[in-house]
């Protein structure tokens, strides 16, 4: 079953570097049995409708067809090299580009890329009981493709650190191998990829809130002065798009639902759906998560990364200043008790100015679901973004107690009404006892409306998802 090397569909010229293949092949059958042991469970054989990218050109990175999940092909690419790539920021910035690692840079470099590539497997980890209870056939193939393209980004940075880092990128990729989700003596790197999954609720604010980090991040590595890097990371954006429409649009067929059943005057909880105060509770605890994974709001290594010409902005070249030498900061941050005013230099500060960019796309996505409700009939109600200082784990604020207003509280407050903002264990008891599998095509169910389309203009009732001997 495993595909020969030459096979992998790569525009790395992979079979021009006799050691570099060797040592990829010594760890694709890992892979394989990563996938086979923590990937989707009950599916492995199935047939499922799949996009895969073949090659970069715009015909290439999108054909579908029927694939057994072990069967996909996870390729290696990078987009293509355009000309002679400056640096765009930092210290550097102005001097070409590097097509290999600076020494002085291969710690922070390498730190990067396995704390971006640990995200990768610890969702497909995350995800891999969801299939059991999926809601229809077509998500079901949502969360397949989600998960075999979190395969794929996992190989693209693994073929980074085994065509840059040696034998220290070698033992980075075993160990990406070894790391699992919400294990306690080898989790995964960061917080949100050792949070539970279980229901779709969850999957659904987790493609919206989490891969959302996920965009901004690839963006700000995208800016990367190590082209390889920029070029790997530009490419995985474009599946990223996918994952944040199936989080973006589930959420809101959450919502439509859940509305609907109001407008007509019914009790959400009666009809198997997810009343609005559980949805709220949901986005709050996945916005609030995913808040943390920009890092803390002062950081030196932020500005060391960005000093480097590492990890840049969201859309760099839109920026007016590129060395960030001169301008600063404003941010509120607690500190004894009382919110205060902190001005700090811009570049120590440029995990909040992503945050930034992310909070302002959380809530357009938020005011689309508002809309929804409305045009479904419920009026005077509505989803909110809670404050980011909110239950925050990492950075100033995890040092003090906030409303989801932003208010500083008292932490015997915020333990008194935490039920209220986040999820509670009846909400975990009650969302779970909802799931229940919908195999049947062109059906969904109770607690969610049907999608407004199909995929790659296929019907909704479209078999997305064939068992293993049709
Ligand atoms: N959890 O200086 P600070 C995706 C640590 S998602 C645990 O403020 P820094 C995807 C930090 O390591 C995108 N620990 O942080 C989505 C540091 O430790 P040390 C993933 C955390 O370094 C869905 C200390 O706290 N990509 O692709 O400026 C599905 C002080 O931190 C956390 C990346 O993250 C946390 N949340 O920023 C599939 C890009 N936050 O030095 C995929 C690469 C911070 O004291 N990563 N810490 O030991 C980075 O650029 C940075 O590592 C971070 C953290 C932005 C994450
Ligand atoms: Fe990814
Ligand atoms: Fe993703």
């Given at each position: 079953m495993a595909q020969s090397l030459e096979s992998i569909p790569n525009n790395v010229d992979l079979s021009s570097d006799r050691r570099l293949q060797r040592a990829l092949e010594q760890w694709q059958p890992n892979f394989l049995s990563w996938w086979r042991e923590v990937g989707p469970e009950g599916f492995q054989a199935h047939q499922i409708y799949l996009r895969t990218a073949v090659s970069v050109e715009p015909d290439g990175w999108a054909t579908f067809d029927y694939v057994r999940m072990p069967e996909y092909r996870w390729g290696i690419f990078l987009a293509p090299r355009s000309g002679?790539?400056?640096?765009?920021?930092?210290?550097?910035?102005?001097?070409p580009a590097w097509d290999d690692v600076p020494g002085e840079h291969r710690n922070a470099l390498r730190r990067i890329i396995v704390t971006q590539a640990d995200t990768e497997p610890a969702s497909v980890e995350q995800q891999r009981l969801l299939g059991k209870v999926a809601p229809s056939l077509y998500d079901l193939r949502n969360i397949f493709q989600v998960n075999v393209e979190e395969g794929r980004h996992l190989w693209a940075m693994v073929y980074l650190l085994h065509r840059h880092f040696g034998r220290d990128g070698r033992e980075e990729a075993e160990e990406l191998l070894a790391r699992r989700s919400g294990?306690?003596?080898?989790?995964?790197?960061?917080?949100?990829?050792?949070?539970?999954?279980?229901?779709w609720l969850s999957f659904f604010m987790f493609a919206m809130f989490t891969d959302r980090d996920g965009k901004y991040q690839l963006s700000a590595l995208a800016e990367s002065g190590f082209d390889p890097l920029a070029r790997t990371t530009r490419f995985m954006l474009t599946e990223e798009a996918h994952h944040l429409f199936v989080g973006e649009m589930g959420v809101d067929r959450v919502v439509q639902r859940t509305a609907e059943l109001m407008a007509q005057g019914k009790e959400p909880r009666k009809e198997g759906a997810v009343p609005l105060d559980v949805i709220q509770r949901y986005l709050n605890q996945w916005f609030t998560l995913s808040l943390d994974l920009f890092g803390g709001e002062v950081s030196s290594n932020a500005a060391d990364f960005f000093a480097a010409g590492l990890k840049g902005r969201f859309r760099e070249d839109d920026q007016p200043e590129h060395k960030a030498l001169s301008a600063s900061y404003r941010l509120e941050v607690p500190e004894n008790g009382a919110l205060i005013e902190q001005e700090v230099p811009l570049r120590n500060a440029m995990n909040e100015v992503l945050r930034d960019e992310y909070v302002k796309d959380c809530q357009r996505a938020v005011d689309r679901w508002n809309k929804t409700l409305l045009r479904s009939g419920v009026s005077g109600l509505s989803l909110r973004l809670p404050s980011r200082?909110?239950?925050?784990?990492?950075?100033?604020?995890?040092?003090a107690t906030f409303d989801p207003e932003g208010r500083l509280i008292s932490e015997a407050e915020y333990e008194a009404r935490k039920g209220g903002w986040l999820i509670s264990e009846a909400d975990r008891a009650y969302v779970q006892a909802l799931m229940h599998p919908v195999y049947q095509r062109g059906k969904v169910a109770s607690w969610i409306a049907p999608p407004a389309k199909g995929i790659n203009?296929?019907?909704?009732?479209?078999?997305y998802v064939k068992p293993p001997d049709a």
């Open positions: 002679e790539r400056k640096i765009g920021f930092g210290d550097n910035f102005g001097e294990s306690s003596d080898k989790p995964r790197i960061l917080n949100a990829f050792n949070e539970p999954i279980d229901d200082r909110f239950h925050r784990g990492v950075g100033p604020c995890a040092t203009g296929m019907p909704v009732e479209f078999e």
